[in-house]
């Protein structure tokens, strides 16, 4: 079974910092947008998300906010980040 979580990215400066709406507390950055969600993703080892549906909240997105729907697939809602 699939679910949707969102994912906001915002720039500061020069640095896009990543973070699911539902758990704003793991935030990750990166130069780019993508390397901030390559990062934050990367924390949850136990979640299958389907990187090629992942859609952009248009209406919802501005020169320095974006915001996207991520597809992913675990029994439960997100589970704390791996801390290896």
Do not use: C
Request: proline share 6%; hydrophobic share 40%.
């Amino acid at each position: 079974m699939q679910t949707l979580v969102r994912l906001i990215l915002e720039k500061n400066g020069q640095e896009w910092s990543a973070w699911f709406a539902e758990i704003p507390e793991f935030t990750r950055n990166g130069s780019t947008p993508g390397d901030a969600v390559t990062s934050l993703l990367s924390l949850f080892t136990e979640i299958e998300f389907f990187h090629r549906e992942i859609k952009l909240v248009e209406d919802a997105a501005t020169g320095t906010h974006l915001e996207f729907t991520v597809p992913y697939k675990f029994a439960s809602a997100i589970p704390e980040p791996s801390r290896n």
